[in-house]
Nanobody, 121 residues
Framework: QVQLVESGGGLVRPGGSLRLSCAAS????????MAWFRQVSGKEREFVAG????????RYPDSVKGRFSISRDNAKMTVYLQMSNLKPEDTAVYYC??????????????WGKGTLVTVSS
């Protein structure tokens, strides 16, 4: 399994931006599709962005389309989530995850431990 470690969470004001990073432990990272999910306590985990192994195909739900952008750097074994125009309802723990292909999402092979994003004034 690929080990995944998220970073970059924190407190941001409404309308602000934040970039999350997820570092992978294995070279095989480059063949995995990657995704970001988020979860609020007491609610189901929600998919927010996905990217294929090469980075030329992405997916977003309507709730974040146009505000969130996922990208990856296979040489650095890292996937990013750029979030802009953040809203209080974006407050959640954000998780990075790996899957064998973009079509496999949300059936992921590996999960990180999450990073907390709080959007509040």
């Amino acid at each position: 399994q690929v080990q995944l470690v998220e970073s970059g969470g924190g407190l941001v004001r409404p309308g602000g931006s934040l970039r999350l990073s997820c570092a992978a432990s294995e070279r095989i990272f480059s063949v995995y599709a990657m995704a970001w999910f988020r979860q609020v306590s007491g609610k189901e985990r929600e998919f927010v962005a996905g990217i294929n192994w090469s980075g030329d195909s992405t997916r977003y739900p309507d709730s974040v389309k146009g505000r969130f952008s996922i990208s990856r750097d296979n040489a650095k074994m890292t996937v990013y989530l750029q979030m802009s125009n953040l809203k209080p309802e974006d407050t959640a723990v954000y998780y990075c995850a790996a899957a064998s292909s973009l079509t496999r999402i949300p059936n992921m092979n590996s999960w990180g431990k999450g990073t907390l994003v709080t959007v509040s004034s």
